[in-house]
């Protein structure tokens, strides 16, 4: 499966912002699939899951209660709705899948990932 995630952007801090990862192939919905994200300097980070079915979802601490994950099957389609954004989420986020089962938090668990789009939060 190939991925192409949009939506990045520059937005102040308190801005929302919602990033989308389309997925080629028929198969998408036998796919888990997460958001990580990287920042300058840092190691590449998880930030959110959902399962193939939409009816699991699992974040990161950092992002909780701000972030929401969700797909649409039917477009190939999964997305993270981003509000109260803060300069510590600036990053390069990537959308990621597995078809591994269930929810995964590992890098090393997603076999396929799409090239990134960058977030910027300005203060």
């Known amino acids: 499966v190939q991925l192409q995630a949009s939506g990045g952007g520059l937005v102040q801090a308190g801005d929302s912002l919602r990033l989308s990862c389309v997925a080629s192939g028929r198969t998408f919905s036998s796919y888990a699939m997460g958001w990580f994200r990287q920042a300058p300097g840092k190691e590449r980070e998880f930030v959110a899951v959902i399962d193939w079915s939409g009816r699991s979802t699992y974040y990161a601490d950092s992002v909780k209660g701000r972030f929401t994950i969700s797909r649409d099957n039917a477009k190939n389609t999964v997305y993270l709705q981003m509000n109260s954004l803060n300069p510590e989420d600036t990053a390069v986020y990537y959308c990621?899948?597995?078809?591994?089962?269930?929810?995964?938090?590992?890098?090393?668990?997603?076999?396929?990932w799409g090239q990134g789009t960058l977030v910027t939060v300005s203060s």
């Open positions: 990621a899948a597995h078809n591994s089962g269930g929810i995964k938090i590992l890098r090393t668990d997603y076999h396929y």
